[in-house]
């Protein structure tokens, strides 16, 4: 048998490593996606007074803390009995909807970008953000970072920095916005909206109207048959703040719509010894190993997932790009991972329009925007659709306010199963006979890209550079190709 | 408007995750040389858990940068080195995790607004020993190193002034 490892694996945070097993001819027999890391937030978290959780659990991660910030603020609403203020609500709503906009930016120029843009099987000299810019002229790279740049000074307006805001309490936010801020918002979020716009057609351009990218996408490769959830509002409609958990089995048909703070009724979660990340499943369907299919309780939770399981988007565009998805590509719900891409476009465009709604809400500088809490905490469940799926952060606490138990189910982890059946079908599919060249594996590392996975541990990297070991052992595990990438 | 085009001539940038210990040495220096350079108009201090475009972003439009971070790359605690971007040449065009690295993002502004990157970025670095255990202190070699390099830079802020 031989074996072929990335590790680790690039443009991914944190640390993570492919292990694809051959046979003896060359062919895949099986593939794991490994996580070798312990984190320990959960625990380390014991025994802190509960407010400091928006703050602490913000440093989980450098690229989603505003998604921990705010699932965790929700949490602590939970904890304190206490509903805050409408302009508050909205507030959070509305740094969130920045967030996306920053997030779903930086993950389709950066990270997925190049893989289409140059090409999955471009020398990876090109095959980055420079080569993208390169191809694409210097006016639309300065225009990414603009519109990212300025999405991040709408989270600093409200959560007081551009990374890692402080603004989330238990009952509301720390502060309201003024006029001059709204106006700023509102300037802001209209060239958002034409810079989504913008970005989808340049999608449709680049990868739509090439026949193989389309091959590539709707190929078999790249299809993961699972359960999907999301949130949705009181509509169905995707929404990234607040609303109900809804489930869709393989099919389409609703499985579950639930209150995030009944998760546990749902979710379980399945221990291997290989892996530090846990497998969540559906509870009412059970473990059935690294499989898809209805009698799996393998779900994901993407962006696509998330318009899987919705009815549709509460904004014009966003919704007529929504029925444009589903109507090209055939069917619903849609499994190919790589379709994941143009649903975070579509919700690029959602988070653009719903900060133009929220930055013209007459209530959006109301002074209201917190009520003290009076009751005794206890426990909480807060859950945000982070971008790259459901979040849920669960704390119990004593009297008076000292955490007792956290339970955190992170939006890469409700996916991990997913993406290590996606992996292996990519590897099943592009691997044969033993030949294994970069383009070959970028390809099979599109399948978990596709997921904007992250397991992140620190909050910084300086030089950041993440190498891509191809290791090929034989059956005695002796190595017989060792490929590094710089 | 990004948060670095600017004001005062001088920047220091404490980088580390706070709470993650000796990580965060960057962030302690850089608090130790604010407390000994309080009131001079032409420093400007800033503590940051980030990388790549958003580090780059926080750099732009002041001419002198020093950067204070940890490293874990000679497995001797508490060894001081300094870097520059030229030492990061060649890594412009590795993949990075969940954003692009700080060679990558450098290199992108010098195309967009080379006027605003700064003409001199020195970066020093303490070595550590990566870990998992959650403190804000660090601990006393790191300390130690700490105190080293803040006298070190301190040294050097002058030697600009003078």
Known sequence: ?486 | MRPGLSHTTILLVGLGNPIMGDDAVGIHVVRMLKDRNSGRADLEFKELSLGGLGLVEEILGYERVFIIDSVASTGTVGKICELSPEHFKGTEYASSPHSTNFATALELFKRFENSAVPHTIRIFTIDITPEFTFREALSPPVQRAAFELAELVGNEIEQIRN
């Open chain 1, 1 to 486: 048998m031989k074996t072929v490892t990335i590790n680790p694996v690039t443009r991914l945070e944190g640390h993570g490593k492919i292990s694809i097993f051959l046979n003896d001819e060359g062919n895949v027999e099986n593939a794991y996606f490994q996580v070798p890391e312990l984190r320990g937030f959960e625990k380390f978290c014991e025994g802190r007074p509960v407010e400091e959780m928006p703050d602490i659990t913000s440093r989980i991660c450098g690229v989603c803390p505003e998604a921990h910030h705010i699932a965790s603020t929700k949490a602590l609403d939970q904890v304190f009995h206490v509903e805050p203020p409408p302009a508050a609500k909205k507030l959070r709503e509305l740094l969130y909807s920045a967030f996306f906009i920053a997030d779903h930016i930086t993950h389709f120029y950066i990270l997925a970008g190049p893989d289409f843009v140059m090409g999955p099987s471009a020398p990876k000299a090109e095959r980055n953000i420079l080569g993208v810019i390169g191809k694409v002229g210097l006016e639309v790279g300065s225009s990414v970072i603009k519109h990212r740049s300025d999405a991040l000074d709408v989270i600093a307006m409200i959560g007081g920095k551009r990374i890692h805001p402080s603004c989330g309490v238990p009952g509301g936010v720390s502060k309201p916005i003024t006029e001059d801020e709204r106006a700023r918002i509102e300037s802001i979020a209209k060239s958002e909206v034409e810079f989504a716009k913008f970005t989808m057609k340049l999608f449709d351009d680049i990868v739509l109207k090439n026949k193989d990218y389309v091959n590539l996408i709707t190929s078999d490769n790249y299809a993961t048959e699972t359960y999907c959830m999301g949130t949705v509002d009181e509509q169905s409609h995707v929404n990234f703040y607040d609303g109900k958990i809804r489930v869709v089995d393989p099919e389409g048909h609703e499985f579950a719509k639930f209150p995030a703070a009944d998760y546990q009724q749902y979710i379980s979660e399945h221990v291997e010894p290989w892996t530090y990340l846990k497998f969540p499943y559906l509870k009412k369907i059970g473990w059935k190993g690294l499989v898809g299919g209805k009698d799996s309780g393998v779900y994901k939770a993407t962006p696509l997932a998330r318009l899987n399981v919705s009815e549709g988007m509460a904004t014009p565009t966003a919704q007529a790009e929504y029925k444009r998805l589903y109507e090209t590509l055939g069917q619903k719900p849609v499994h190919s991972t790589l379709a994941t891409h143009w649903a975070r476009l579509v919700e690029l465009v959602y988070a653009s329009e719903r900060l133009v709604q929220l930055s013209q809400d007459p209530d959006i500088t109301n002074p209201n925007v917190r009520n003290i809490p009076t009751q005794t905490p206890d426990e909480g469940v807060g859950a945000v659709e982070a971008p790259r799926g459901t979040l849920f952060h669960h704390y119990k606490t004593d009297a008076k306010g000292m955490v007792t138990n956290v339970n955190l189910i992170v939006a890469t982890t409700n996916n991990h199963a997913a993406i290590s059946m996606s992996i292996k079908q990519a590897a099943e599919g592009f691997i044969k006979k033993g030949e294994v060249s970069d383009g070959i594996l970028n390809m099979v590392e599109m399948a978990f890209r596709a997921y904007d996975p992250c397991y992140a541990c620190a909050t910084h990297t300086l030089p950041g550079q993440m190498p891509l070991d191809i290791k090929i052992y034989n059956r005695n595990r002796a190595i017989l190709h060792n490929i590094r990438r710089p």
